[in-house]
């Protein structure tokens, strides 16, 4: 499906209708269930399908819907429209920054974070995620895909001590 939205130079299109069925599909949480029951045949789940969607989505959407059916795969769903999502993100150069702090940051702060990053990284935009982590102490932890820029107290009491566990008196 993502080789035929950026084929067919659709991929804004395609990427916004898979946000639609996720979240249609996140917000019904048995809506999964329900196409996976033994007892809903293939004609049944596409026409439950096809009611709900038919009206919202192309149809080279909805041929994909189709074909999860056909093939066994809707229960797969999720994790085939997130994998969708990750490959969009990357091919748009979007980076989904995971960023953790002991206390809330300032909107100068978070704007500076992210300003910073998009000059050391090679990406256009990104998308930010920001937690509180009570267990850091201080400083801050910064995730970007498999990348990690740990720089929390924490972090520096624990390497500390490991240094100090080996030193021999």
């Known amino acids: 499906m993502f080789s035929l939205a950026t084929e ?11 946000k639609i069925i996720r979240d249609t599909i996140k917000e019904n949480a048995d809506f999964v269930s329900l ?6 045949t293939q004609e049944k789940r596409i026409a439950v399908i096809e009611r709900i969607f ?7 959407s909805m041929g994909f819907l189709h074909v999860l ?11 085939i429209l997130d994998y969708f999502d990750e490959k969009a993100k990357e091919f748009m150069r979007i980076g989904v920054v995971k960023v953790s702090t002991p206390m809330p940051l300032s ?11 998009l000059e050391v ?11 509180l982590d009570g267990s850091l102490l201080g400083g801050i ?9 740990d720089n929390s107290i924490r972090t520096k009491m624990d390497i500390l001590s490991r240094q100090l566990y080996k030193v021999k008196l």
């Open 107 to 117: 909107d100068a702060q978070k704007e500076q974070i992210e300003k910073k990053l």
């Open 141 to 149: 932890v910064i995730r970007i895909g498999d990348r990690v820029l």
């Open 35 to 40: 196409l996976c029951h033994p007892e809903m």
């Open 121 to 131: 990284s090679d990406y256009e935009s990104l998308e930010m995620h920001y937690e």
């Open 54 to 60: 038919k009206e919202r989505l192309s149809d080279d």
């Open 8 to 18: 067919q130079e659709k991929l804004d299109v395609i990427w916004n209708e898979v």
């Open 69 to 79: 059916i056909q093939k066994g795969r809707i229960g797969e769903i999720l994790s």
